[in-house]
């Protein structure tokens, strides 16, 4: 069955930096596209970033040019470089390996990022 494993959330101060990673199986993951979400306290679940099969990677205006993401197709993984954090990224992050029409369709069962 698909699993997705996320690790390196946790706390870290303002301009700080760290590194979300997924480790994918269960499934032939170089066909799936792979996206990170986020939920803060209180909102909705949204998109953070998505990269394709290929490693093209898109980004959601709030963290344009602070967050980096890639994948490795053949370790199965998927990796979320964080930096400059500001206290709004706080969230508990999830990565998703894409299904049809490369809409989310696999969650991981998240990880805390605080930032203070």
């Known amino acids: 069955h698909v699993q997705l494993v996320e690790s390196g959330g946790g706390s870290v101060q303002a301009g700080g930096s760290l590194r979300l990673s997924c480790a994918a199986s269960?499934?032939?993951?170089?066909?799936?596209?792979m996206a990170w979400f986020r939920q803060a306290p209180g909102k909705e679940r949204t998109l953070v970033s998505q990269?394709?099969?290929?490693?093209?990677?898109t980004y959601t205006d709030p963290v344009q040019r602070r967050f980096t993401t890639s994948r490795d197709n053949v370790k199965k993984t998927s990796n979320l470089q964080m930096t400059s954090l500001r206290t709004e990224d706080t969230a508990v992050y999830y990565c998703?390996?894409?299904?049809?029409?490369?809409?989310?369709?696999?969650w991981g069962q998240g990880t805390q990022v605080t930032v203070s």
């Open positions: 998703a390996a894409c299904g049809p029409q490369d809409q989310p369709s696999f």
């Open positions: 269960g499934y032939t993951y170089n066909r799936n596209c």
């Open positions: 990269i394709s099969t290929f490693g093209t990677a």
